[in-house]
């Protein structure tokens, strides 16, 4: 008798998984791949459904690590937001997995980074946050603490860039943070982000053991662990499954997302509304200056237009459209020139 778990789709968790990590041991980004993993199973996705896209850095090497029947794409440093609406805009069914780092995506990448939440592409935009250029041997990155001595290179005089600041300033409709370290947190954010029809924002502070674990660093273990400020405690709830929860008032608040499946948030602190774009700013700029790490989900919004909707995207991919229907008639042609 065969004891293996399936999921809903009948696939085992090892149809989930990739190839061995080469990333140093106790990497934070090695466990939110297992969370990838976890989450992805227990939905239910079909791995051919899901596309994997990244930049360039350490973190961009993470999508080896989950998901080998997944097509993927390692692109141009800072440019995978691009490479990600492509993909979508070609094939609207594909579930898309941008995986980035804060120097991907806070430096070279930040144009893309900022568009990309504006123009609302389906994905989930996971930036594996540690404050270090790993791959280059452990310079200042633009999330790294102002003040910050690193042994090879010295004292950094400039203030960090807040992802989630910048991501909810551009009027990105889901914008979480977590910690690689906090599965119980990670992996409901993921599943609610893998069902959000936009962009959905997962700031994840991913230590670097090698370069950047110090205790005074706020990308380090220590350093999260002791000044952690989780908004709340939060459940998902899939579609398929009963939703019936116990509450009394003014002790939770139920998200429920495009496709109807469920967010129920435990509120730590009573008077946050993750619906309130001000709360939401007022909370980080009020957690940076107190020097504490905001966890859970910071902002949502339900009621933006995806890139697919602002389009007008026919129903069938256009990768899979025929050529005959999508190359206009020539007379269609010389009627456009000739309105010219």
């Not at 440019?79 to 070609?90: H, K, Q």
Request: charged share 20%; hydrophobic share 35%; aromatic share 8%.
């Amino acid at each position: 008798m065969n004891n293996t778990k399936t999921n809903a789709i009948g696939l085992q968790k090892q149809d989930y998984k990739g190839s061995p990590t080469t990333l140093c041991a106790g990497c934070g980004h090695n466990s939110i791949s297992s969370q990838i993993i976890t989450a992805s199973f227990e939905l239910g996705i079909q791995p051919e459904q899901l596309v994997k896209i990244s930049g360039i850095g350490c973190s961009s090497k993470s999508p080896a690590y989950f998901m080998n029947r997944s097509f993927a794409f390692n692109s141009v440093h800072g440019r995978m937001p691009s490479v990600v609406s492509g993909a979508i805009l070609a094939n609207r069914n594909l579930i898309a997995v941008g995986i980035s780092g804060d120097g991907d995506s806070g430096s070279i990448g930040i144009g893309q980074f900022k568009h990309s939440m504006r123009r609302n592409v389906p994905m989930v935009y996971i930036v594996e946050n540690n404050g270090v250029y790993g791959l280059t041997k452990g310079q200042f990155s633009v999330t790294a603490d102002k003040g910050q001595n690193l042994k090879y290179y010295g004292h950094n005089d400039l203030p960090p860039l807040d992802l989630c600041m910048e991501a909810i300033i551009a009027d990105c409709g889901f914008v979480a943070r977590s910690f690689a370290g906090d599965a119980k947190q990670v992996r409901p954010l993921l599943k609610a982000a893998l069902s959000y029809n936009g962009t959905a924002l997962l700031d994840i502070i991913s230590p670097c053991v090698t370069f950047n674990d110090s205790k005074e660093s706020t990308k380090s273990y220590d350093w999260v662990k002791e000044n952690k400020d989780p908004l709340h405690d939060i459940t998902y709830i899939p579609l398929q499954d009963e939703i019936t929860t116990d509450y009394d008032p003014g002790e939770t608040t139920m998200v429920t997302l495009h496709d109807g499946s469920q967010i129920l948030l435990k509120k730590l602190d009573e008077s946050y509304d993750p619906t309130n774009k001000m709360d939401a700013i007022t909370a980080l700029y009020t957690a940076n200056n107190e020097a504490s790490l905001l966890t859970g989900l910071i902002y949502y919004n339900p009621n933006k237009n995806s890139l697919i909707e602002s389009e007008n995207l026919v129903k069938e991919p256009l990768s899979h459209l025929p050529e005959e229907e999508l190359r206009p008639s020539a007379d269609s042609l010389r009627q456009i020139v000739s309105d010219l």
